[in-house]
């Protein structure tokens, strides 16, 4: 079946910094979503991404859909203590009524 | 809106018993998910469904059931628990046109 690799697995940085982390998929998908979970509670959408070259922003967060439909990027731009947590991207290709999750990106910040 | 509620939150079962995880909707959406998520991992879907009476199998559908008789619930049926069945469950529900789907706060299962 499909998969989606997310990496990095895992980051720890300082706050203040910036972060990158992406997902690629073995085939092309029409929609890239990336999701937050804090511990102990569920995903919660943070963008939702529909067409190949689409760059779409929400307060620091910034992610794009690759040109070539099959990657995604997300970028935090000066973290905060509260972007802690686990960041999943999901996708989903032409015709399907399901999403792929990738395997997450865990943040760590210190402060 | 409440959203997307589960309960119970936390249970317990011993290896055999049976037990029914439920999810309720509130945001008149058609399509409605389970996944389960293992310690460290990502999410696998067990079962979907999009709209009631209509539910397909997911890729981990061995050893659960569902049912949608109403737009609003999709309950997961557990007939004979396994340790291998210990994790944290999440339901989630979607309209279906973009493809956006909106967690519940998921139900944690041990079985021993």
């Known amino acids: 079946g499909q998969q989606l690799n997310q990496s990095p697995q895992s980051m720890f940085i300082q706050e203040g910094e910036d972060v990158s982390m992406n997902c690629t998929s073995s085939?092309?998908?029409?929609?890239w979503l990336w999701y937050k979970q804090d511990p102990g509670e569920g995903p919660v959408l943070l963008i939702a991404l529909y067409k190949a070259g689409e760059l779409t922003s929400n307060g620091r967060l910034t992610a794009q859909f690759g040109i070539t439909r099959k990657d995604s990027f997300l970028n935090i731009s000066a973290s905060i203590p509260s972007d802690v947590g686990i960041y999943f991207c999901a996708g989903r290709d032409q015709g399907a009524q399901k999403l792929v999750f990738g395997q997450g990106t865990r943040l760590t910040i210190n402060p | 809106n409440a959203g997307v509620t589960q309960t119970p939150k936390f249970r317990i079962l011993k290896i055999g018993q049976s037990m029914t995880l439920q999810c309720t909707q509130d945001?008149?959406?058609?399509?409605m998910y389970w996944y389960r998520q293992d310690p460290g991992m990502g999410l696998k879907l067990i079962y979907y469904s999009v709209g009631a009476g209509i539910t397909d199998k997911g890729e981990v559908p061995n050893g659960y059931n569902v049912s949608r008789s109403t737009t609003e619930d999709f309950p997961l049926r557990l007939e004979l628990a396994a340790p291998s069945q210990t994790s944290v469950y999440f339901c989630a529900s979607g309209s279906g046109t973009g493809y956006e789907q909106y967690f519940g706060p998921g139900t944690r299962l041990t079985v021993t």
């Open positions: 945001m008149n959406h058609n399509y």
């Open positions: 085939s092309i998908f029409n929609t």
